[in-house]
């Protein structure tokens, strides 16, 4: 008898995990939106990125190359309960990322960070608790089209 009931508790924990609301990132940036902004028409959508699970608080986008040796386009997307948690994740972010500079490209609080050949711009809204990265490969988007790309996203939150 305590086997079926461990059973039935497993089988609602299993069936309550697929049924749990996740982030919906793409209204933020679709394939179109980076084909367009990277002018790279050739960036398929990958899904999300491994490690971390897509959830209510969480979720990711990746647009890959036709070059798969390529790093192409990323979109990692946060939402805090409170401003607080944006704010400690944002800082966390900036003190972890490797190369982290601060701008003002974006206004408020941002940032841009280099490893290797991606380049990474993470930003935060505190008013709407959101903490945002987009990373681009140097060799698909330059600079000024990963700022585009945020100030979409930005736009879209």
Not at 28 to 37: H, K, N
Not at 54 to 75: Q, T
Request: aromatic residues 8%; charged residues 25%; glycine residues 8%.
């Amino acid at each position: 008898r305590a086997g079926d009931e461990k059973r039935a508790v497993d089988e609602r924990s299993a069936l309550s995990a697929k049924q749990r609301p996740v982030l919906e990132v793409s209204k933020y940036l679709s394939v179109q939106d980076v084909r367009t902004l990277s002018g790279n028409r050739t960036l398929t959508s990958m899904g999300h990125l491994p490690g971390i699970a897509a959830g209510e608080a969480y979720n990711s986008a990746y647009f890959a190359p036709s070059v798969r040796a390529n790093f192409g386009v990323s979109l990692q997307v946060w939402k805090e309960r409170i401003r607080r948690d944006a704010n400690q994740r944002f800082t966390q972010m900036r003190a972890d990322y490797p190369n982290a500079e601060d701008t003002t490209a974006l206004g408020g609080k941002s940032f841009i960070s280099h490893f290797g050949e991606i380049v990474t711009l993470t930003f935060a809204d505190l008013t709407k608790r959101v903490v945002v990265s987009i990373s681009c490969g140097q060799r698909i988007c330059t600079g000024d089209q990963l700022l585009s790309m945020a100030n979409a996203v930005k736009e879209k939150l």
